[in-house]
């Protein structure tokens, strides 16, 4: 690469604070830090990066500026940090040099025990020249996502069009990050762009790419609000920010579309992959279910290579899941004449299923959270105030609930970062979420998950179950509440179980455990809507207008 390295002097000072602190991240992750987390922003208590060094916690204290020393401000930010996070270490990283003041604050807190380092604008180059090439962290690549690899590599070559669909938590963004790489290393001067839809995602995107990336391979993002002074190298954009890059003659050799399931017939995604049409396109999803029916690989070609829940299951990738779905609250005098109304989705929902007790949605949570080793459950709600609602009735049900937290897109980002941390310390062990944690968000710990009166489309409950399936020292497994509320749902549960059969086997010769399972509260249940759903096309995906025609079938049950 002829760009100049991501901690050079000029492009520190060029890429303003906001680049300055995505280059500390870097940094430190060929450094070896883990578990690197940014909470600047109001209220950080004089911190802008927490991060953990063998059993160390450090947090850092970022000073960016346009002159050349900085003053004891930074020094006395990073000593309230230290004291307010309970770090073990303290670094102020700046572009710039300390003054006199400053180095006298450093000299004074030794005298009391606190020590405060800082890496200077002398430090960074040279730190740079010391940190390896590719991180240490950098993923060793599974069978399948080698695999994954050489099917994608070998369709761009074919016909410069390529697709993945991997199931959330087998790595798609570790495939593409090393196919970047292998492109990269043969083509190094070719620019790459990676599109997403929203904001959080370009900058995980970014993070996610580092650990695949040698350190002289530039990333910068293009967002409304940021606008990188150089392209080269890989850039990840918001597609509204895209068509700057069209009127600028911007044309990348190799395009990546991240949940590439936003893909539709005709709008501006369409309209960017129409003018970046000489490039590679690889497109990469773990849903690829589209609410109009149109079918990405229309565009993508079949997919290059593909790997679900259940035979990421059976292949020991994904946690063992434990479906409980709670199915007695149908009405039963409805679902008799069902068959013969036609009811659209929306009507057949409101008619079928009766509202669930808050007291026994938390019973059925206890239950599991007592039986469950070091419980981290996620509830997801449908709207804020639902999860308002739930939250304060969680918080006074028990004791262990007491730090119940809402998380939504009404908190900050750096609130956001906070409180997932706590909730992977255990200092907040049971969140309640509205969508935010649908796509991008890395929440391995959670073992619970509940659905909670949730209508959504099967993309999105995918999307939300693979937030638990995700493995982790000390997790193999997770248990899966489901408070149904929508036919649609029952028809995906049960798609997942017979998913499941099928890659188990008849002689469970796969890894899938037998404990791994999907069960209804009441079996009369289960076998009425199972053959009742059965014959009733594409009930998983119909929208809410959609006009159903089941089967006259008469269940046995004869429940109340």
């Avoid at 290059?304 to 007695?328: C, H, T």
Wanted: charged residues 25%.
């Amino acid at each position: 690469m002829t760009a100049a390295h991501f901690l050079d002097a000029k492009q520190l000072l060029t890429g303003g604070p906001r680049r300055f602190n995505l280059a500390v991240e870097r940094l430190l992750l060929h450094l070896g830090f883990d578990d690197i987390r940014v909470i600047d922003g109001a209220g950080d208590g004089g911190g802008d990066i927490l991060a953990v060094k063998g059993s160390e916690l450090f947090v850092f204290q970022n000073k960016w500026t346009t002159a050349q020393i900085i003053g004891r401000d930074g020094v006395d930010e990073v000593e309230c940090a230290k004291t307010l996070y309970n770090a073990d270490r303290a670094v102020v990283v700046t572009n710039a040099l300390p003054d006199g003041a400053a180095l006298k604050r450093v000299k004074a807190l030794v005298t009391v025990g606190i020590k405060i380092d800082i890496w200077t604008r002398q430090h960074l180059p040279r730190l740079y020249e010391a940190i390896p090439l590719f991180p240490p962290s950098r993923f060793k690549l599974r069978e399948y996502q080698q695999a994954a690899v050489a099917a994608i590599e070998r369709d761009l070559a074919a016909r410069r069009r390529a697709l993945i669909i991997l199931a959330t938590g087998l790595g798609k963004s570790v495939v593409a990050g090393d196919i970047v790489c292998r492109w990269l290393d043969a083509h190094p001067t070719d620019p790459i762009l990676v599109v997403a839809t929203m904001k959080d995602l370009v900058q995980q995107l970014e993070r996610a790419f580092w650990r695949h990336l040698p350190k002289d391979v530039p990333t910068q993002m293009l967002t409304g609000d940021t606008r990188p002074t150089s392209l080269e190298g890989v850039t990840f954009a918001t597609m509204q920010s895209t068509p700057g890059l069209v009127y600028d003659g911007y044309r990348p050799a190799l395009l990546l579309v991240d949940e590439s399931h936003h893909v539709s017939e005709e709008g501006q995604l369409q309209d960017l992959l129409h003018v970046f049409g000489d490039a590679a396109h690889l497109g990469m999803t773990a849903t690829p279910w589209r609410g109009d029916r149109y079918d990405i690989s229309h565009h993508f070609g079949a997919p290059s290579f593909k790997l679900g829940i259940a035979e990421g299951m059976a292949r020991g990738y994904l946690a063992q899941v434990d479906y409980r779905m709670f199915v007695d609250n149908i009405d039963w005098d409805m679902i008799r004449t069902a068959s013969r109304e036609g009811y659209t989705i929306r009507e057949l929902n409101s008619k079928l299923f009766l509202p669930q007790r808050d007291e026994r949605i938390a019973e059925l949570l206890w239950e599991t959270w007592t039986a469950t080793p070091n419980p981290r459950a996620i509830l997801f709600c449908r709207t804020i105030e639902h999860a308002e609602r739930m939250a304060d009735f969680l918080s006074r049900y028990t004791a262990a609930w007491g730090n119940a937290t809402c998380l939504h897109s009404a908190i900050s980002k750096r609130d956001r970062e906070v409180l997932l941390g706590r909730f992977r310390l255990g200092t907040v062990p049971l969140l309640i979420a509205v969508d935010i944690l649908n796509e991008g968000v890395d929440v391995p710990d959670v073992n619970i998950i509940g659905f909670l009166r949730v209508t959504h489309s099967r993309r999105i409950f995918v999307q939300q179950l693979g937030r638990g399936l995700r493995l982790r020292a000390g997790k193999d497994r997770v248990t899966v509440l489901d408070f149904v509320t929508d036919v649609r749902r029952v028809a995906a549960v049960l798609t997942l179980r017979r998913d499941l059969d099928a890659a188990r086997g008849p002689t469970e010769t796969l890894l899938l455990k037998s404990g791994a399972a999907v069960t209804f509260s009441n079996s009369e249940v289960d076998h009425f809507m199972d053959a009742w759903l059965r014959d009733a096309a594409d009930v998983e995906t119909a929208t809410d207008e959609a006009r159903l025609n089941f089967p006259d079938f008469i269940s046995p049950y004869r429940g109340p």
